[in-house]
């Protein structure tokens, strides 16, 4: 599977396009990160009492205590301000044809141009991307990439694609890069795709709606035993996902994969598809 892409690989895919993203000490961990050009705040938390923080990105709901981090492993508190680490420091780039996410019905046979970071706010047993959706961001090193640059990267790629895909692991834990790309992206004449694994809280998905030509939610199982035991996670969030995205109108599709002895019941499956 080509998803991954190696230091080397990146920067010379990169050339050219920026001269920050090739600086030796502008490598994610090579600096301090108070002076790396990705440190954002983070978006969707709130303050507590001694520099305590509550995220309010995903169904989790982290609290997080000076210097500790989220379940995700990307969201970090300093003195009371909550960070996301990954933000231009994608792990992973590559233009995928668009059924791989996979879309049935978004501009079939189009490419996309995808990318990820590091983390996941889940661990699922049989993640075939687990050597990047389980990494903490100082475990990769790979230079910091502008949204515009990325959207640049885009409109350079052949086959040229139609859209920017935010796939691989968890975009909800790289959610200000996505969503800043996502804008850079329509501004560019080019859609933009969440591929997810569905659990994130409503505000935060609801503002995303509003930049996304279209999402792709995995329903992993229907069953509470499922999500908690092979993907430690819950299902009643991502069925709240799904529900918040009928109601708001985006394009969205859903996947399910099946799992022989695991999620394959027939009864599972009725129920799931009297639900859908």
Not at 5 to 19: D, H, N, V, W, Y
């Amino acid at each position: 599977m080509q998803y991954k892409l190696s230091r080397r690989e990146l920067l010379k895919a990169s050339l050219g396009i920026t001269a920050t993203a090739f600086a030796g000490d502008l490598l994610h961990g090579a600096v301090a990160a108070e002076e790396a050009p990705g440190l954002h705040e983070a978006s969707f938390y709130e303050k507590l009492e001694s520099n305590t923080v509550r995220c309010s990105l995903c169904p989790w709901r982290c609290v997080v205590p000076p210097g500790g981090r989220g379940k995700c492993r990307v969201r970090e508190n300093r003195n009371g301000t909550y960070y996301t680490l990954v933000y231009g420091y994608p792990c992973a780039i590559h233009n995928d044809p668009i059924e791989k996410k996979p879309f049935a019905h978004v501009y079939p046979g189009s490419m996309t141009f995808s990318l990820a970071t590091v983390g996941c706010n889940f661990v699922c047993k049989f993640c075939q991307n687990w050597e990047i959706s389980q990494k903490r961001p100082e475990e990769i090193n790979v230079p910091y990439i502008k949204p515009a640059d990325i959207i640049k990267m885009a409109k350079e790629a052949q086959p040229k694609p139609r859209t920017v895909a935010f796939t691989y692991s968890e975009p909800t834990i790289f959610y200000e890069y996505m969503a800043d790309c996502a804008r850079a992206a329509k501004d560019a004449g080019l859609g933009a795709l969440m591929i997810s694994n569905g659990f994130i809280a409503e505000k935060p998905l609801k503002e995303l709606c509003k930049v996304m030509t279209a999402i792709k939610v995995d329903l992993k199982a229907f069953t509470k035993k499922f999500y908690e035991e092979i993907c430690e996670g819950q299902l009643e969030p991502v069925l709240n996902t799904l529900k918040c995205l009928k109601d708001s109108g985006v394009w969205f599709e859903i996947v399910v994969l099946i799992i022989p002895t695991l999620n394959d019941g027939a009864d599972e499956i009725k129920r799931m598809t009297e639900w859908i």
